[in-house]
């Protein structure tokens, strides 16, 4: 084969077309984001004798972790010509994508991918299960009663202060630029309703999308659930519920609900099904930023030595200090109380690790236990949850 590849930014558009045409050639059908997001996202692609034969995108934007946006590479919508995999391109290509990101500021990256394996291998881990949900509109509507609130179709700008809101009580979410929501309601085709009670703010915001059955009713497939308390999360189910006439069943799209036991615990007849997928993973980039960026509980005061693994499969040394709300972690020669390796380091920062049980479950290693405890009580305040699809 010969050799002579190149790695270049897509800053033409004929780089674009010939990407979005690999795409096709490589996942079988066309991959929308490719021209929806030319003007938000970065595209790198590689090049072999003039022809595009891999390539990425790469969006430049907050996740909210412990409350506070950290800027993230978030990438999506790669792929390798067929008759060049095998060569260990997929990796070089990433490398070509995150560099710009972090030239940009990028100290973490998150990516959602079905080669989980080998998203691993390059430092990104899971910090959480994903899941898709199924369930009878019927079992909804016996299930659900909805309270008094008034419930308005489209989309206003309070929403979008709203989701922000909502948004900083869980560690991923995105912190959604402007373009975000018109380009997910055009994408979809997403029909928005706004739940409120009477002369008070917007409570809740509920997206789904439509099609239609080949013989009668329609499918019915949320894309966006975001309830501001129990009452208002209970109203939008009713009125999921309402849909019975001509939708058989609601599909919750995979994330699309937070990992709260309300939907499972309080159907009257336990029939829904879960469906899992590939789920989000998260790599630290820059790990003293990431730490001083991230948001922390402003009751928590610790000093932590800790081992975190190196790309090379070395260890360095840190010592983690917690203080009133902000973190900083810098190198040491004080022996580590907790190793971590650079997935689980992800997934600690995530607030993945529930309990020191779970941390030891997953592989942790820690010499003492008082020390785990203290460093999983850092970021578990908050869960992992990022709805968010790119």
Known sequence: MNHQLSFTAANTDDLWQEYDE???????????????????????????????VAGGMGLLVNQFFGGSPVPSACLGAGCVAPEERGEHLATRMTAERLRPLQEQGAVISAI?????????????????????????TDELKRSFTGEDFDIEHGVTPDIHDLQRDLARQWNGPVERPEWWFPWKQRKSSLTTYRFQRRGQPTAGVLSLATKRRERHGMHLVVHDFWAASYSCAVAMLAF??????RAQTVEFRRGALPPSPLLLHSLHHHRPTAEAWHPWMLRILDIPQAIRLRGWPAHLNATVPIEIETASDGWDRYLLRITDGTAEI?????????????????????????TVTSARAAGVRAQSEQALATLIRSTSDLEPWLPDHF
Request: net charge positive; proline share 2%.
């Open 22 to 52: 690999l795409a096709v050639r490589a996942y079988g059908h066309r991959i929308g984001d490719i021209t929806d997001l030319k003007g938000n996202a970065d595209l790198r692609v590689a090049t072999r004798n003039g022809r595009v």
């Open 112 to 136: 959602s991918t079905s080669s989980t394996g080998y998203a691993r291998r390059l430092g990104w881990e899971a910090p959480a299960s994903v899941f898709a949900w199924t369930v009878a």
């Open 240 to 245: 999921l519920g309402r849909h019975n006439t």
């Open 330 to 354: 810098s190198p040491s020669h004080t022996q580590g109380h907790v190793h971590l390796t650079r997935q689980q380091l992800a997934v600690w920062y995530a607030g993945g690790y529930r």
